[in-house]
């Protein structure tokens, strides 16, 4: 099996606030994107190319209370504090040919999900947590061709991600086991976090 990256999630308290702060940050507009039945959240979408996208999520206070933990630890009390100071760049995820076959104990269970003609199936730990703190990305196996395959390109490209935490060989160790293969940089540092260079039209961005 090997792994690519599929997506960055960058997470807000409401979803317009999420697509204002990256929009100013970037200088280019996001695409609509849609709801998660399954999950209470919506989300709006930003290509990085034609295999790799970027989305930022909020829960949508017009969807019911979903009957599990949302995903990205959107309801835990770490998460919901963190964006009390604004979006941030949250999680990664790792695109896989399919999800039958690896151990998924440091991911979580396999979902099977859609959203209008989207299908796919996603790892998603029973408490809703971020695996690793977010820094071990969650898995995704598509069914239907990925967003980026529809998105407008924006000319918007993602550099490199940083990965910091407390155990950089063991994440580099997870990573060498899916086989990943991209512009992802693991270091240590005192707790999980993330960063990532993009390219854009105006320069340079951090998020």
Known sequence: MTSTLDHLVIAARTLP????????????????????EHFGTHNALLSLGPDAYLEVIAVDPAAPAPGRPRWFGLDTPEVRGLLEDGPRLLHWLARVPGLA??????FGEALELSRGENRWTLTVPDDGRLPGG??????????????????????V????LTLGT???DGLRSLLDRLNFVGEVEVREAPQPELSALLVTPDGLVTL
């Open 166 to 168: 407390p155990d950089p």
């Open 101 to 106: 076959g690896p151990d998924l104990t440091p």
């Open 157 to 160: 490209r993602l550099e490199s």
């Open 134 to 155: 977010g820094v071990v990305p969650s898995l995704i196996a598509w069914h239907t061709l990925p967003p980026p395959t529809r998105l407008p390109d924006v000319g």
């Open 17 to 36: 606030e999420g697509r204002a702060w990256l929009e100013g940050r970037l200088g280019v507009s996001m695409h609509p994107g849609g709801g998660h």
